[in-house]
Structures are given as structure tokens and as C-alpha cells.
């Protein structure tokens, strides 16, 4: 299955500022997933990024305060805009493991992000 | 809302105890189901996984059966060992959709 690295690690952020989290992948991927896990909480999905094509966000989530670009099909970043303390959390994204969806997704190791 | 419940944690265990890690979920069809592992300080890995009724899924000696009847995909295992502390969620995928459990935080004390 793919292999992605996932970058920064970890981050503390200033409130109000913006922190872009990059993920490549080692192999050529259509779907690319960004999850939020709140502190002690499970894995909520943000988005689903395509290549070529507009991010589909979920409910409460925007465009304007997690902007995503998917320039190509091994590569996608995920912004956090204007943050506040809330935003604190880690970040993940994810792609299918294999050719047919029920194989499940591997993620990359994760951003760390503390707003202070 | 969530479709998929799970055991609330945290469990602590000590070494060479038996693991059980309740999880059901609801959905139409037939889902595939999985066991997600997350060590600290790390994104979430694939532990194990079932696409049909009936199925048992493993790795790393822990094993989990998809039972259609009771909705229900159980982590099982026979020995922990201290190293399998994490966190472990419990997927459902259907109709494009993959939902998780709220995660069980397990601890094993040597």
C-alpha cells in the first residue's frame, strides 16, 4: 500500500496566524482524505481533495478557514486559517490502501497543532 | 450520528491478559469493517480488516469476526504484551462513507 509523508510533525502556532500542512504520497492516488482528531476524540473528515477538481468539504467545515490544494495526484496540502485555540488538534490525511475502497486508508503520521 | 460504537476506555490490563474490545455499528448493506491501531505519537495504522459476514480479520494475534447478525466486529486478543498500548479505532466503510468509533485507549502494565 502507499506510503505518505506527512509534514510538520508538530507545530505551535500563534492565534490568528496560518499553519499549511503538506502530505506526499509515494504512489499516484485519485482521493486524498483530510481527517481533524480533537484531543481524546476520534477522527472527524474534513474534506476529500481530487486532483483537477474542487475539495468536497464536509459539514462545518469551509473553504475560508481550511483551504486544501491538490496540485497533482502524489501531493495535497491542507491550511488552517486564522487560528484560534480550538483549532488545536492533530491533522490527518489519508488515501485508500489499495485498488478497491474496502481495503480501508493509510494515513500519514499526523500534524500536532497547538494554538496558543 | 456515529455509526459505529465501541467500548469506552481506558482499559488497563496487565501483561499477558486477554483483550476483548467491544464495537458495533449500524449501516445499510454490507459494510467492510476495521481495526485501526494508533501508537503515541503517531498517525493510525491498519491493524485488520473484514469485507464479508463471517470473516475474521488478524494480525499481530489479535483477531476480530465480522458478525452480520449482531452488527458486531470484536478485537480479540489472547496475550497482551506492554508494546500493545495505543489507541484503537474501529471503522465502518459503506457507500463511500468510512466512519470511526470514538477510539479505546488501552494501557498494558508490565
Known amino acids: 500500500s502507499a506510503v505518505i509523508s506527512q509534514k510538520p510533525s508538530r507545530d505551535i502556532c500563534q492565534r490568528g496566524t496560518s499553519l499549511t500542512i503538506q502530505c506526499q504520497v509515494d504512489s499516484q492516488v485519485t482521493m486524498m482524505f483530510w481527517y481533524r482528531q480533537q484531543p481524546g476524540q476520534s477522527l472527524t473528515l474534513i474534506a476529500t481533495a481530487n486532483q483537477g477538481s474542487e475539495a468536497t468539504y464536509e459539514s462545518g467545515f469551509v473553504i475560508d478557514k481550511f483551504p486544501i490544494s491538490r496540485p497533482n495526484l502524489t501531493f495535497s496540502t491542507l491550511t488552517v486559517s486564522n487560528m484560534s485555540p480550538e483549532d488545536s488538534s492533530i491533522y490527518l490525511c489519508?488515501?485508500?490502501?489499495?485498488?478497491?475502497?474496502?481495503?480501508?486508508?493509510?494515513f500519514g503520521s499526523g500534524t500536532r497543532l497547538t494554538v496558543v | 450520528g456515529n455509526s459505529v460504537t465501541q467500548m469506552e476506555g481506558p482499559v488497563t490490563l496487565s501483561e499477558e491478559a486477554f483483550l476483548t474490545i467491544n464495537c458495533t455499528y449500524t449501516?445499510?448493506?454490507?459494510?467492510?469493517l476495521f481495526w485501526y491501531v494508533q501508537y503515541p505519537g503517531e498517525g493510525l495504522q491498519l491493524l485488520l480488516k473484514a469485507t464479508k459476514a463471517d470473516d475474521k480479520g488478524s494480525n499481530k494475534g489479535f483477531e476480530a469476526t465480522y458478525r452480520k447478525e449482531t452488527t458486531s466486529f470484536h478485537l480479540e486478543k489472547g496475550s497482551v504484551q506492554v508494546s500493545d498500548s495505543a489507541v484503537y479505532f474501529c471503522a465502518r466503510y459503506n457507500n463511500n462513507d468510512m466512519r470511526f468509533g470514538a477510539g479505546t485507549r488501552l494501557t498494558v502494565k508490565p
Open positions: 489519508s488515501v485508500e490502501a489499495g485498488a478497491r475502497r474496502n481495503y480501508g486508508y493509510t
Open positions: 449501516a445499510t448493506g454490507y459494510p467492510s
